[in-house]
């Protein structure tokens, strides 16, 4: 039995299919459910393509928050990104499974920040001030809200039990 059922996006309103419509993902029909919250949902999303990180940190820490969350889900959606962006297999295999020690000093901060946000919430002082020798305090505040964002997100698509999609969603929609 389904936990929810999704709506059918061509008997939505024109508003929410235009929200679906520039992202047209599995997790949006998820989210059209709350019609009040699809619109900023979307468009924090897509908010951290534009955000003062780089691509390679922000697929970093999707992928790892999606791997400490069992959320294949974002995985899905994100491998193929985080290679685009110079996630090399040696560095997936760290994230995703925790195999091997081929992080640098940045990347094994960046780590150890989301794994301390995912479990504690709070990041100890050493474990902040580790990350912050290589981010100013406006990425790192943009670093907290997204690991805070694909949490959400995975927590929705989990309970939810939202499928994966046939394949990965472009971005091209929503950030034009």
Not at 32 to 53: D, M, T, V
Not at 66 to 87: D, N, P, R, T
Not at 145 to 173: C, H, K, Q
Request: with cysteine.
């Amino acid at each position: 039995m389904d936990r929810v059922i999704f709506p059918d996006v061509m008997s939505v309103n024109k508003e929410l299919r235009h929200q679906y419509e520039r992202f047209p993902a599995n997790a949006i029909r998820a989210a059209l459910l709350c019609p009040e919250n699809i619109e900023s949902y979307i468009a924090l999303g897509g908010s951290f393509r534009k955000a003062n990180l780089s691509d390679f940190d922000r697929e970093f820490v999707i992928l790892r928050l999606a791997k400490l969350s069992e959320c294949g889900y974002e995985i899905m959606q994100h491998a193929h990104l985080a290679q685009s962006v110079g996630i090399t297999p040696d560095i997936l295999d760290k994230l995703l499974y925790d195999k091997g020690n081929v992080l640098d000093s940045k990347q094994n901060a960046l780590l150890n920040y989301v794994d301390a946000c995912f479990f504690h919430v709070k990041a100890s002082d050493g474990v902040f001030f580790s990350l912050k020798q290589y981010y100013a305090d406006e990425q790192l505040a943009t670093l907290t809200l997204l690991i805070g964002f694909y949490w959400m997100t995975a927590v929705l698509v989990e309970n939810l039990e939202v499928p994966l999609d046939a394949t990965p969603t472009s971005w091209t929609r929503l950030l034009s």
